[in-house]
């Protein structure tokens, strides 16, 4: 049996503790997390509240638990979106080529050209900041990406001999992408996702941090740091938590991509 | 059944193949033979509409009477499996690695027989076993890396046996197995066009195996065809000259292969290789590398000279009543 990548199993590792978490959390926290307890607030770590309360005297470990799976669900809906619409864009742009292939990956460029915490804004300014926004908002920097990824890889596979022989058993191109390039790319296009599983959560943190995202009193991890900003020298602490957390879950999703790859791409491994 | 005249296919200003003229019926078994870049594969590629998309057609390719030239992508998917079908070079690279070989088989019934997937099942079992793959139950829930070369072939023979087509392209069937299983294919081949009275297509560098699995035979040359005829009377008495050089530049490992004193001799080989298709001469594409080359063979075409039954060649020799 071959040996696992470290930055594989690492990944693997916090990527768990996060998901668990966030899984937990669905059926158990410790507090309510929008319980508030005036008479309690800033109280240090106890038995009873693990990391201590917040200004309003909410428990925090309940909150990031909460946090967590918002982070979760957000980076999942972004990703799962943006990614079918990507590959389908890109599968669409490889098998029929030509000028479909050159508008598609044209709009993916000027997808990349507009920056996305812009494009949040945007969406904000119009229709007011609500986590939805922010899920649409990172869902349309996902498709060009992935579209990019799609496309690359199944331009490599529409070569090989077992698509030629399928089209000289008569299938269409359609048919070929769904039964022999997509089978043949989801290596490429999982890795991708998980990359963009990190990069979402940073999004959503981002966007929550700036009020963009999650709403009181959704518990968000930005918003929880904005909220702690400006008790920094009160409670340092009430930031460094959920900054931890977006660091492990970051972290976590980054280094398990990286190990994905290395696993399904053997030359990276070879050139170690 | 299928008719090409004088079909070219051009590259910008290049011509891959130069005014090919071909009938195949039902139960034809032709030849094809030739170096690399002799246009072997293009041709095969054509007969599928598959040649690529900057290729331009000229000329005409009928089949069942109806001219494919200028026919669309979607036309010809329906024509493919049903009445042309192809068998490619690499056993396993013409496999989808992720896919069942059993859904691989069945794919085209579904599609153009309508097939509900337990009859399909039910044909690519009988399938299989007139390919000669033992065991077929299995064999159809494996995936690819689970088989040997010479079982992946016959997988693909039956892939495209699928529909029952009236011609069957192998594109050098034989070049990845090891000599003993391309006997085998080879025979196989055969025995399936004899069968089915399926026309079959044979393209190969292996003159054997062509002698072995055709009755008639094109020679080809840089996109031109340069030799037609019986397959044992060209390779008996070849006429073109090129035709001879490929006879020349066969292994011999037997006695014939030696010298008096029992060393090996070379391998006899036909000087330089094929040309690119911008450099290659006006006239006869052989000039330049003929051993029996006339002055005006460069400037000038040779006809295809018709000889005693079905017998064609195209050079000036011939012409000029030179046998040598």
């Given at each position: 049996m071959k040996r696992l990548p470290a930055n594989f199993l690492l990944g693997a590792l916090l990527v768990s503790l996060v998901v668990g978490v966030a899984a937990l959390s669905l059926v158990w926290t410790p507090h309510d997390p929008q319980a508030m307890s005036i008479s309690t607030k800033f109280a240090p770590p106890s038995t009873e509240h693990w990391l201590g309360t917040d200004q309003l005297g909410r428990d925090v470990v309940a909150q990031l638990m909460a946090a967590a799976r918002n982070s979760m669900t957000v980076a999942l809906v972004a990703v799962l979106l943006g990614g079918s619409i990507g590959v389908g864009l890109g599968l669409l742009a490889s098998a029929l080529g030509g000028w479909v292939e050159d508008a598609v990956m044209r709009l993916a460029d000027l997808g990349f050209a507009f920056p996305a915490l812009l494009f949040a804004i945007m969406l904000a300014a119009v229709f007011g900041p609500s986590l939805t926004n922010a899920v649409l908002a990172i869902s349309f920097i996902n498709i060009p990406i992935f579209a990019r990824v799609t496309r690359a890889s199944a331009n490599q596979i529409w070569t090989r001999d077992y698509v030629a022989a399928a089209r000289a058993a008569g299938r269409g191109r359609f048919a070929i992408s769904r039964d022999h390039i997509l089978p043949n790319i989801a290596a490429a296009v999982i890795v991708q996702a998980t990359i963009e599983f990190a990069v979402a959560i940073l999004a959503e943190a981002a966007l929550s941090y700036l009020g963009l995202g999650a709403q009181p009193p959704a518990s968000s991890w930005g918003r929880m740091l904005s909220e702690a900003q400006t008790l920094m020298y009160l409670a340092p602490q009430l930031a460094i938590y959920p900054g931890l957390c977006i660091v492990v879950a970051v972290l976590g999703f980054g280094l398990l991509g990286d190990g994905l790859r290395d696993i399904t791409d053997p030359r990276l491994v070879r050139a170690r | 059944m299928i008719e090409l005249s004088n079909l070219s296919i051009h590259f910008g200003t290049a011509v891959a193949l130069r005014d090919a003229n071909l009938v195949i019926e039902r139960g034809d078994r032709l030849g094809v033979v030739g170096e690399s870049g002799s246009g072997k594969t293009l041709l095969a590629l054509c007969l599928m509409g598959m040649a690529p998309e900057s290729a331009r057609m000229t000329g005409q390719l009928r089949i069942d009477g109806q001219d494919m030239a200028t026919a669309s992508e979607r036309d010809w998917q329906r024509l493919r499996s049903r009445r042309v079908a192809m068998v490619f070079q690499e056993p396993m690279a013409a496999l989808n690695p992720l896919r069942r070989v059993g859904d691989t088989v069945m794919e085209p019934m579904v599609l153009h027989?309508?097939?509900?997937r337990s009859a399909a099942r039910a044909r690519a079992l009988s399938l299989f076993e007139e390919v000669g793959i033992p065991d077929p139950d299995r064999r159809l829930r494996q995936f690819p890396h689970e088989m040997s070369g010479g079982q992946r072939q016959r997988v693909l023979i039956a892939l495209a046996l699928a529909c029952n087509p009236m011609l069957l392209i192998a594109d050098e069937p034989t070049t990845a197995l090891d000599a003993n299983v391309a006997l085998r294919i080879t025979d196989l081949l055969q025995r399936l066009a004899r069968e089915r009275q399926m026309a079959l297509v044979f393209i190969s560098h292996d003159l054997a195996a062509v002698a072995r699995a055709t009755e008639d035979i094109v020679v080809m040359y840089a996109g031109d065809m340069v030799e037609q005829g019986r397959t044992a009377e060209v390779l008996g008495t070849p006429a073109h000259p090129y035709t001879k050089g490929l006879l020349g530049a066969r292994p011999d490992p037997g006695v014939a292969g030696r010298d008096a004193q029992g060393k090996r001799r070379r391998l006899p080989t036909i000087p330089g290789a094929v040309p690119p298709l911008q450099g290659l001469p006006q006239g006869c594409r052989f000039a330049g590398r003929c051993p029996v080359e006339l002055p005006h063979c460069a400037a000038q075409r040779p006809a295809f000279v018709q000889s005693d039954a079905g017998r064609a060649a195209a050079c000036h020799l011939l012409t000029e009543g030179r046998h040598d």
């Open positions: - | 027989d309508g097939l509900t």
